[in-house]
């Protein structure tokens, strides 16, 4: 063991689990009153950066790495100081395996440690070991009540259907139970032009254009409005460990359109990445390759500076410019098929016979209850009705998926339905959202490019642009 620094250099630390505020106030007051402790006892305190972890648990649930206690142990290690005074205790660790970390200090450094609330005993003694390895346990104890009396408390909340508190949801009032109209019909404006295939960022681009703000002041961005948009307080409901309970606030838009929400936002397929050239390209995952079928093209640009559609497969590439216009531009295809009346008749959405949601959620909540049962039954089952109640669970996770769907089928928004109304090819003009027009092109037809145009050909689209309409679902 290596003997004491002659100077009686000493480190503090400090930590506090909660600081709602971030004012690090009570990280502050520790340090003053460690700092009193080393000036009673005649210590040096090291010089550098303090040894302050805030906002940070070190009960035995914390995932959180706290990054100033690893430094602490290297350089107490490292012979920078010879003692560690903290408030208490529990403020180094509250678990007994990193208790022992703080017992090899002391036994194979020298290390002593000192508290401010906490008795200091020596761990180079088995009765100091003892004593310390004792209240570890205890402190561990104490926090984990701690966790489970806040787990439960907030079950409880949940299951009457309490507000938990914390800032205001945007399309509510402070009171988290009025709605705020302008908001709230902002959010329902999202959701249709997300169902109807638009994107978040041309949301955010047109909120900030206008001059709207978050509720903090700051500017919108797509992955602030995806979060507003699947959290299910918006359709009236909470998710608590993965059971769905009603809550405190009202209902915003339809569970049936917020469920449809969700498979569309967190649809592996959807692409998140802002510099996406699907983004930026209307054919891009839009139109396909002839010569390879499913294949659908990328975009690049030549030595000219102009822009070209590539395939990623057999890498032949088209002039994009003219097919957009031909395409969408004025004038163009898209907008010669929704002037025709007959047209549109043929693409107007059909309706489909309503859907008792009231009686599909309640079914589903009938099924989760069941199923809940059949699993704590199945935990303490053998042989032959563990497999029956294995099967009931499998039965019910079927119906229950069957159901789910149905329920999304409900919420889904067709792209044509606010297209094809008096004047459509209005409506089409004043699309902006290229998310939106590739979906209203998807429900149009198909699109398909064969051998490009070289040299100096005539432009003729039709000798290598195949478009074959799509019937009505």
């Known amino acids: 063991m290596r003997g004491r620094a002659t100077a009686e250099l000493a480190a503090t630390y400090e930590r506090i689990s909660d ?22 006892e005649g210590l040096t305190l090291v010089g550098g950066a303090p040894y302050t972890d805030n906002d940070l648990s070190a009960s035995t649930k914390a995932k959180k790495d706290r990054p100033q206690y690893r430094r602490l142990l290297a350089d107490a290690r490292a012979g920078r100081f010879s003692v560690i005074v903290a408030y208490t205790q529990g403020r180094l660790t509250r678990t007994p395996r990193e208790y022992e970390d703080l ?21 180079n003694t088995a009765q100091g070991r003892e004593i310390g390895r004792t209240m570890a346990a205890r402190a561990a104890g104490e926090a984990e009540e701690t966790a489970e009396r806040v787990a439960r408390a907030v079950t409880d909340r949940v299951e009457r259907g309490e507000f938990h508190g914390g800032p205001r949801p945007y399309g509510l009032e402070p009171d988290a139970k009025t ?12 959701a249709r032009h997300v169902l109807a295939g638009g994107s978040l ?18 500017p919108w961005r797509g992955e602030v409005i995806r979060k507003i948009l699947l959290n299910p307080r918006v359709a009236g409901l909470r998710v ?44 891009v995952g839009l139109f396909t390759c002839e010569r390879c079928p499913g294949t659908t093209v990328n975009t690049s640009q030549n030595h000219n500076g102009q822009r070209t559609y590539l395939c990623k497969s057999c890498y032949r590439s088209w002039k994009a410019q003219p097919i957009d216009d031909w395409l969408v531009g004025p004038d163009g295809l898209v907008e010669l098929l929704l002037a025709q009346e007959d047209q549109r008749a043929r693409l107007m959405p059909r309706r489909e016979s309503s859907v008792d949601l009231a009686a599909l959620e309640t079914e589903a909540s009938a099924i989760r209850t069941n199923m809940a049962e059949l699993a704590t039954e199945y935990a303490l089952a053998r042989g032959a009705v563990r497999a029956a109640l294995q099967q009931g669970m499998a039965a019910g996770e079927a119906r229950l998926a069957e159901i789910e769907a149905e329920i999304v089928r409900a919420g889904q928004v067709d792209p044509l339905t606010e297209i094809l109304g008096d004047d459509p090819v209005a409506v089409w003009r004043a699309t902006t959202d290229l998310h939106r027009r590739q979906a209203v092109i998807r429900k149009l037809m198909t699109v398909a ?14 000798k290598f642009i195949r478009v074959e309409p799509v019937e009505p679902a």
């Open 19 to 40: 600081d709602r505020e971030g004012r690090e106030l009570g990280v502050d007051r520790q340090r003053k009153d460690n700092q009193a402790v080393a000036e009673r």
């Open 103 to 123: 017992i090899d200090l002391a036994t194979q450094y020298g290390i002593r440690f000192l508290y401010v609330r906490s008795p200091s005993f020596d761990l």
């Open 179 to 190: 709605i705020r109209e302008d908001e709230a019909e902002r959010i329902r404006a999202w």
């Open 201 to 218: 960022r041309s949301i955010a681009r047109e909120l900030n254009e206008a001059g709207v703000s978050t509720i903090s002041g700051a």
């Open 240 to 283: 608590h460990k993965g059971a769905e309970y009603p809550s405190w606030s009202p209902e915003i838009i339809a569970p049936a359109t917020w469920r449809a929400l969700k498979v569309v936002l967190e649809s592996p397929d959807r692409r998140r990445n802002p510099g996406s050239p699907a983004r930026k390209y209307l054919g």
């Open 449 to 462: 490019l064969g051998p490009p145009i070289r040299g100096r050909a005539p432009w003729e689209p039709e």
